[in-house]
């Protein structure tokens, strides 16, 4: 087993890979140590929710003057704002009790990889121009459900307003563009609101080098793989799959 050290700067270098990817960042951070046998999964809530921060935190921080280039227009930023701030303040407790266990983010997985796949099979190819003439429309709603329904563990941001665009006829570069754009400020309203709940006297180190090492993660991958996916999604599907078994095997085989 690495050093804990080592283990948090490989969970921030896959936080930097997964952030630009249809796949839940925030799910392969829990599942890989649980998978590996790494200590940092049995750490105490309050820890991992440190490490959590910290690593939403330096991928932001490398994302944002990426994210201020695709921002869409306001009107489409305060309409898929809307539904994720009124869900999430309704409802983010009881979402993490009652789906933040493997089971729950088997099933998250699951559910974004299907609505993934499929909104990509349907999908159009919307031009840029037709596309921008969109973005000042409905979509903004239904972006803004779709960040909603990414409140669940496993769903992913990035997968579920990039199926949503999907559906809606965009392209995969005008989707992705457009999923990026919406989703810069409740990634960064998420982040400051987990930093300013957690405890005053945090693990400063670790803060650091899980912030350090996702920067460093997710620089590197804006350079390797930009904002937009212009390939079918049906991979990005088939690793949720994937990884949502791994989940569900591991924890039925620990069940008595």
């Not at 392209?171 to 998420?190: C, E, K, T």
Request: proline share 7%.
């Amino acid at each position: 087993m690495p050093p804990e050290s080592l283990q948090v700067v490989a969970l921030g270098l896959i936080q930097g890979a997964t952030e630009l990817l249809p796949v839940s960042s925030s799910a392969h951070i829990a599942a890989i140590p649980q998978l590996l046998g790494w200590s940092v999964a049995s750490w105490p809530d309050e820890r991992r929710k440190e490490l959590e921060v910290a690593l939403h935190a330096g991928a932001l921080l490398a994302l944002s003057p990426s994210l201020w280039r695709v921002r869409p227009d306001l009107r489409t930023l305060v309409l898929s704002l809307a539904p994720p701030v009124i869900v999430g303040y309704a409802l983010e407790k009881p979402i993490e009790a009652r789906l933040g266990g493997p089971r729950g983010l088997a099933a998250g997985l699951l559910f974004g990889a299907a609505a993934l796949a499929t909104a990509d099979r349907a999908g159009g190819a919307t031009s840029d121009s037709r596309g921008a003439t969109l973005s000042r429309g409905t979509p903004g709603l239904a972006l803004g459900a779709a960040q909603a329904c990414a409140l669940f563990p496993g769903v992913s941001r990035t997968g579920a307003t990039l199926a949503a665009a999907r559906a809606l006829g965009y392209d995969r570069a005008g989707a992705s563009r457009l999923s990026f754009g919406v989703a810069g400020p409740v990634l960064a309203g998420a982040t400051a609101l987990k930093a300013w709940r957690g405890r005053r006297d945090a693990d400063l180190r670790l803060v650091a080098t899980g912030a350090g090492a996702a920067f460093a993660g997710t620089a590197v991958a804006l350079k390797l793989l930009g904002l937009e996916r212009r390939r079918p999604l049906w991979p990005y599907a088939a690793e949720r799959v994937a990884l949502a078994g791994g989940i569900l095997a591991l924890r039925y085989r620990r069940a008595p």
